[in-house]
């Protein structure tokens, strides 16, 4: 035969598939997926949970585009190419552009899916936020939402309870003005127990999550005392030494200004139950709350709210 011929009969002889190599890799794959398919799965869920916005997040940043005007005031607007300015200008935003305030942990969500501009992305800054979220009147609230050009404010239990205290350090603030942890001693033993301060219902961020920016006059008030003490390791505490519950915020401050030391505070166990009174926000409407729920402190709360800045 030609040996053009001879050479193709030889390639087709070469890579020829037989019943004994398909088996063959079928074996290997099946013992594959049996031994390591599981640890896989279990990976795979943990990269994408870990920094992977909550359901909760998800739905309300969709509401949040669908049901606000886009800051460029065309949808396609965020598919399109915007060049960088030349080093010694600044970006010129359009008329109808305008910020989501939320905290920087959030930034990349909110623009990822809300297609929405957030004040800052994650990473390092964030001072005016903070500032914004930690605000004790609404009139110096209002003067950062005009810096910051906030028209609506995301908040989720995350930022108003457990990483308040971010907000507190990058505020320039002691985390101690907003909550403190203090000691009990039950049964010859020392017990810790966290308190929040009036400072802490007076903020921003608190008063728009924590109580949807409401007045809110307290059942009742309670005024600790406490003496620092020293530990075996020698660290410092505070022990409780007395607690006092009035029915009103008007006697439990007549009390303490009585008193002769100053050893004394208005406090609360829990963060959705304030004992100062506070005035409604006269600036910020709630327009969305999220259907997912979290109970923290015995109390159910949507996980996402979102608010809209009225000048």
Do not use: C
């Not at 406490?226 to 030494?241: A, D, H």
């Amino acid at each position: 035969k030609p040996k053009k011929a001879r050479q193709k009969r030889n390639y087709q002889q070469g890579f020829r598939i037989t019943t004994r190599h398909i088996t063959m890799v079928l074996g290997v794959i099946i013992i594959f997926f049996l031994v390591f398919f599981s640890n896989i799965k279990l990976v795979s869920n943990a990269n994408l949970g870990r920094f992977a916005p909550s359901d909760a997040w998800v739905s309300s940043l969709y509401w949040l585009r669908e049901n606000t005007p886009d800051p460029y005031g065309d949808p396609d607007a965020y598919y399109q190419f915007h060049p960088l300015p030349p080093p010694i200008e600044t970006y010129k935003y359009p008329e109808s552009a305008y910020a989501v305030t939320a905290w920087g942990d959030y930034g990349n969500w909110i623009l990822r899916i809300a297609h929405r501009l957030p004040n800052r992305p994650p990473g390092p800054g964030g001072e005016r936020i903070a500032i914004f979220f930690t605000s004790h009147d609404e009139e110096s609230a209002q003067e950062m939402a005009y810096l910051l050009g906030t028209a609506y404010i995301i908040l989720d239990n995350d930022t108003a309870t457990d990483k308040f205290w971010a907000l507190a350090q990058w505020s320039g603030q002691q985390v101690t003005d907003f909550f403190e942890t203090y000691f009990v001693r039950q049964e010859n033993e020392l017990k810790s127990v966290n308190l929040f301060y009036p400072e802490y219902y007076r903020s921003m961020a608190v008063r728009l999550y924590n109580f949807d920016g409401k007045a809110i006059t307290p059942k009742e008030s309670t005024v600790i005392s406490y003496e620092e003490r020293e530990v075996q390791n020698g660290e410092p505490i505070k022990l409780i030494t007395s607690a006092q519950t009035f029915t009103n915020y008007d006697e439990a401050t007549a009390y303490i200004s009585s008193q002769n030391s100053t050893d004394f505070k208005i406090v609360s166990m829990n963060p959705f139950i304030s004992p100062v009174p506070l005035e409604a926000l006269e600036h910020y409407k709630l327009i969305h709350s999220s259907e997912e729920v979290v109970l923290k402190a015995g109390i159910t709360t949507p996980e996402v709210k979102i608010f809209e800045y009225i000048e």
